[in-house]
Nanobody, 126 residues
Framework: QVQLVESGGGLVQAGGSLRLSCAASGHIPSTYRMGWFRQSPGNEREFVAAINWSSGITYYAVSVKGRFTISRDNAKNMVYLQMNTLTPEDTAVYYC???????????????????WGQGTQVTVSS
């Protein structure tokens, strides 16, 4: 069982930056894929980015590519999401997630992920 705890959310002005962190407890097998999703009121949970725990291969939603960067620190069991050039449309609760079968091509499907954190609020003011 993996437990995930997000941190780093907050209020930022449009054009600003935030760095989210996700601390994972327990051993993370090399087959895992770690992801970030977000959800705003009235909307479904939306894929943001993912990274293969072993290879470091990354995946991004079109809406964040070039602005957000996902990374991991295997030694510390940490996953990060660096968010730059934020816009009000990025306002949401951001969730860290872990997929045990990280070889699936459905990296953007929330149903593929087995473990979830509690979320951290990101609010971008205009």
């Amino acid at each position: 069982q993996v437990q995930l705890v997000e941190s780093g959310g907050g209020l930022v002005q449009a054009g600003g930056s935030l760095r989210l962190s996700c601390a994972a407890s327990g051993h993370i097998p090399s087959t895992y894929r770690m992801g970030w999703f977000r959800q705003s009121p009235g909307n479904e949970r939306e894929f943001v980015a993912a990274i293969n725990w072993s290879s470091g291969i990354t995946y991004y939603a079109v809406s964040v590519k070039g602005r957000f960067t996902i990374s991991r620190d295997n030694a510390k069991n940490m996953v990060y999401l660096q968010m730059n050039t934020l816009t009000p449309e990025d306002t949401a609760v951001y969730y860290c997630a872990a997929d045990r079968a990280g070889y699936s091509v459905r990296y953007s499907d929330a149903r593929e992920y087995d473990y979830w954190g509690q979320g951290t609020q990101v609010t971008v003011s205009s």
